[in-house]
């Protein structure tokens, strides 16, 4: 499966479904759920916020937020200085998103892939570790 790790989490009403099978698929870990809580309609900041904040703070290992399309959840990601927020819509992205930019919190867009898809990509995103070397020195100008 994967490795233990710390993880927050988070979705809005359109991943609301896959943050509940991620939670159960990925349980062996230690998980602490941001929120929504249900299908109901919800604005992604009021979620997107809290998991970047613990993240960021060190609280946990990574961040996944989930959203229809993921691009506003990682654009709210993106907007905490010590974090680095990639859309992952296959595993090869997850991947590199962590090999390369030492991604910290994976947005998955629920409305663009199968659960299936979404587990995969976790997956391959908790296992993968940044390469350092030429890499630490772009990551290392990323931040304003």
Same mark, same amino acid.
């Given at each position: 499966?994967?490795?233990?790790i710390?993880i927050?989490?988070?979705?809005?009403?359109?991943?609301?479904?896959y943050?509940?099978?991620?939670?159960?698929f990925l349980?062996?870990n230690n998980?602490?759920d941001?929120?929504?809580?249900?299908?109901d309609s919800?604005?992604y900041?009021?979620?997107?916020?809290?998991?970047?904040?613990?993240?960021e703070?060190?609280?946990?290992s990574i961040?996944?937020?989930?959203?229809?399309?993921a691009?506003g959840?990682?654009?709210t990601?993106?907007?905490?200085q010590?974090?680095?927020?990639?859309? $992952?819509?296959n595993?090869e992205?997850a991947?590199?998103?962590?090999?390369?930019?030492?991604?910290n919190?994976? $947005?998955?867009?629920?409305r663009f892939?199968?659960?299936?898809?979404?587990k995969d990509?976790?997956?391959?995103?908790?296992?993968?570790e940044?390469?350092?070397?030429?890499?630490?020195?772009?990551?290392?100008?990323?931040?304003?």
């Open positions: 499966m994967s490795k233990n710390s927050a989490i988070g979705a809005d009403h359109a991943g609301f479904e943050k509940s099978m991620l939670i159960d349980k062996e998980i602490k941001f929120g929504t809580y249900s299908a919800v604005d900041p009021d979620f997107a916020h809290p998991v970047a904040e613990a993240v703070k060190g609280e946990y961040g996944i937020l989930i959203c229809g399309s691009n959840v990682a654009i990601a993106n907007k905490h010590g974090i680095r927020a990639a859309i $992952c819509w595993e992205l991947e590199l998103a962590r090999a390369h930019n030492n991604a919190i994976l $947005c998955i867009p629920a892939i199968s659960q299936q898809e979404a990509i976790c997956l391959k995103f908790i296992n993968s940044f390469e350092g070397g030429r890499h630490a020195n772009r990551v290392n100008k990323i931040s304003c």
